[in-house]
């Protein structure tokens, strides 16, 4: 078996920089003798955050979900409602939201009021949580309307003749992303202004799985289930014909893998070096 590793995979800028804040966040609060928390998982991956559940953090989404402590926010953001009730509650919070989540934050807080802010993403997922609970400087939630298909833009009012910002969460997979772009600027032409854009690391990463499935006859993506950006590589693949599989870890290689002459192998973003190489070495070693 020949296995063709991707140009891009594994941890990205912002999760390596979380998880350094993770390991910040359990040093104070074992120095301050508090508890540590994570504001929802700080990353999508069950492995890591595992690592940090046997190291003493805890998981919580509200101020009401345990005494007050130092307390993570995840690279996803979460909203300024949900921020505020945290530190009000006596929480010590460290900022792990992603650069380029809080610069999507920034420019919808800043937005004009009379402009409409339509967000490209997935509802329920936890970075399009964060956009669409963020206060303008009078401390009013801004409007935000999420669209994940073509169903949801054509439901979309037209809003007379004002301005629509167009958003994104930055893990949107490309390909979908740019097809939902393009109804948004036939329904709305010149009103529609362009608000942030997808991840660069994200979309560098669907550009070298695209390459590496011209040269495999199979791939496997390692990451987290619950990971947008996993996921999509997935999809991608999916797209091109081939055969693929999603493991979380080297135990859920399938043996089916062994059957083919190339194989591919990428990961997401949030999936830890040594998690690849495990992989990668069993399957050199065929076990």
């Not at 089916?256 to 990668?280: M, N």
Request: net charge negative; proline share 5%; with cysteine.
């Amino acid at each position: 078996m020949v296995i063709e590793r991707s140009q891009i995979m594994g941890y990205c800028n912002g999760v390596a920089h979380v998880i350094e804040l993770a390991k910040e966040c359990l040093r104070i609060a074992k120095e301050r003798d508090l508890p540590a928390y994570s504001i929802g998982w700080f990353i999508h991956n069950p492995t890591v955050v595992e690592r940090f559940v046997q190291a003493g953090m805890q998981h919580i989404d509200t101020p009401q979900d345990g005494p007050p402590g130092i307390a993570l926010i995840r690279a996803h953001g979460i909203g300024d409602p949900l921020r505020q009730q945290f530190e009000q509650s006596g929480f010590t919070l460290i900022d792990g939201t992603c650069g380029t989540v809080a610069y999507s934050q920034r420019m919808i807080r800043n937005v004009d009021p009379r402009t409409h802010v339509v967000v490209i993403g997935l509802k329920g997922h936890s970075e399009v949580a964060a956009l669409s609970n963020v206060w303008n400087d009078a401390k009013q939630l801004v409007p935000v309307l999420v669209v994940e298909n073509r169903k949801d833009i054509e439901a979309l009012s037209d809003f007379g003749d004002s301005t629509v910002l167009l958003m994104a969460q930055t893990t949107f997979p490309q390909l979908h992303y740019e097809e939902l772009k393009s109804m948004m600027q036939d329904k709305y032409g010149s009103r529609l202004k362009m608000g942030n854009r997808l991840c660069p690391t994200t979309f560098r990463r669907h550009e070298a799985i695209a390459h590496l499935c011209t040269k495999v006859d199979a791939v496997i993506v390692i990451g987290g289930r619950m990971s947008a950006n996993t996921t999509s590589l997935v999809h991608l693949v999916e797209e091109k014909g081939l055969p693929v599989w999603h493991i979380e870890s080297v135990r859920e290689i399938p043996q089916e893998i062994f059957t083919f002459q190339r194989v591919g192998v990428t990961a997401g973003t949030s999936t830890p070096p040594e998690d690849i190489d495990a992989v990668i070495a069993a399957l050199e070693s065929g076990v």
